[in-house]
């Protein structure tokens, strides 16, 4: 069964930092794009940072470009998020999901999602 499980959220100040993780059971990260995905209260889903098969292409949305950065651990089948300097407007449920991945943009492959991690981070 392929399944992908989010943890690492929390409540942060602004500036701080996180890192979330992603595990991936069922099938391995380096045969995939796979990326994160947020909702805000009331907003639709966006794609936040993806990586493509074998490290190929790497995307950043321009709200976080600079503070975070996408990686995985392939021996592990971990993908992780580490958000620094984190703002007010970070905050969401953050997902990750398998994406369609190009170095200027990036969009969701499939219709479902996970349970996502809350990242709420305060003025």
């Known amino acids: 069964q392929v399944q992908l499980v989010e943890s690492g959220g929390g409540l942060v100040q602004a500036g701080g930092s996180l890192r979330l993780s992603c595990a991936a059971s069922g099938f391995t990260l380096d045969d995939t794009a796979i990326g994160w995905f947020r909702q805000a209260p009331g907003k639709e889903h966006e794609g936040v940072s993806c990586i493509g098969r074998s490290d190929f292409a790497t995307y950043y949305a321009g709200s976080v470009k600079g503070r975070f950065s996408i990686s995985r651990d392939n021996a592990k089948t971990t993908l992780y998020l580490q958000m620094n300097s984190l703002k007010p407007e970070d905050t969401a449920i953050y997902y990750c999901?398998?994406?369609?991945?190009?170095?200027?943009?990036?969009?969701?492959?499939?219709?479902?999602w996970g349970q996502g991690t809350q990242v709420t981070v305060s003025s």
């Open positions: 999901a398998a994406a369609h991945c190009w170095d200027r943009g990036m969009s969701r492959k499939g219709n479902s």
